[in-house]
């Protein structure tokens, strides 16, 4: 079955560390985008990138930063300038143009200890 | 930023009762998807409505899409315990990107 997997459910993160979130589709889609969604809050847009080695900037990017070397692959790194990293973090995939939704991952919960 | 705000923040029915819950916007759109999301999980797609259409079911789904006003609204119909959720509505402006509300979060008490 084809789907979006995010690794690894669970992270902790200790203060001045970079920590990375894995996400990867075998949906074909072009489009993926990361989320970032605090308690009680709605899902504020980080990064996304509509083809292969291009990204742009969301919302919220300052402290994060994002590779697409792979159509299937966007790995998203939490840095240690995020002064607020801890969150649950969804991603997102897309085939634009389509008239259809996105497809999310089951998120990653990322905790600063 | 976000575009969305739904409303009521939260609603609590009776199983088998419907559920309304409202959604405003600010920009013109392309379209407007509504997702749903059970505690700690994921979104899922529930129904996407374009901006040439006033009106959309799937299921036990309707949803109202009104330009002018510059809202929508979801109902659900006969709700169930497996209804209980979040449910955030999104917006598609033609910018390649979802701009998501803070959501509606609906309990069903059996």
């Known amino acids: 079955d084809g789907g979006i997997t995010q690794s690894p459910k669970y992270l902790f993160r200790k203060e001045g560390q970079n920590v990375t979130l894995s996400c990867e589709q075998n949906?074909?889609?072009?489009?993926m985008y990361w989320y970032r969604q605090d308690p009680g809050q709605g899902l504020r847009l980080i990064y996304y990138?509509?083809?292969?080695?291009?990204?742009q900037k969301g919302d919220i990017a300052e402290g994060y930063s994002v590779s697409r070397e792979k159509k299937e692959s966007f790995p998203l790194t939490v840095t240690s300038a995020q002064k607020n990293p801890t969150a649950f973090y969804l991603c997102?995939?897309?085939?634009?143009?389509?008239?259809?939704?996105?497809?999310f991952g089951s998120g990653t919960r990322l905790t600063v200890v | 930023s976000q575009q969305g705000e739904e409303d009521p923040q939260a609603l609590s029915i009776q199983e088998g009762e419907n559920a309304t819950m409202n959604c405003s916007y600010k920009?013109?759109?392309?379209?407007l998807q509504w997702y749903r999301q059970n505690s700690g999980r994921g979104l899922v797609h529930l129904i996407l409505?374009?901006?040439?259409?006033r009106e959309k079911h799937s299921g036990r789904l309707r949803v109202t899409l009104d330009t002018s006003k510059k809202s929508s609204s979801l109902l659900i119909t006969a709700s169930r315990a497996a209804d209980t959720a979040s449910y955030f509505c999104?917006?598609?402006?033609?910018?390649?990107?979802?701009?998501f509300g803070a959501g509606t979060t609906v309990t069903v008490r059996a």
């Open positions: 997102a995939s897309s085939r634009p143009g389509q008239g259809k939704g996105y497809t």
């Open positions: 949906l074909n889609h072009d489009a």
């Open positions: 990138s509509q083809i292969v080695n291009d990204f």
């Open positions: 920009t013109s759109i392309n379209n």
């Open positions: 409505i374009r901006s040439n259409e």
């Open positions: 999104a917006t598609d402006s033609g910018d390649y990107k979802l701009s």
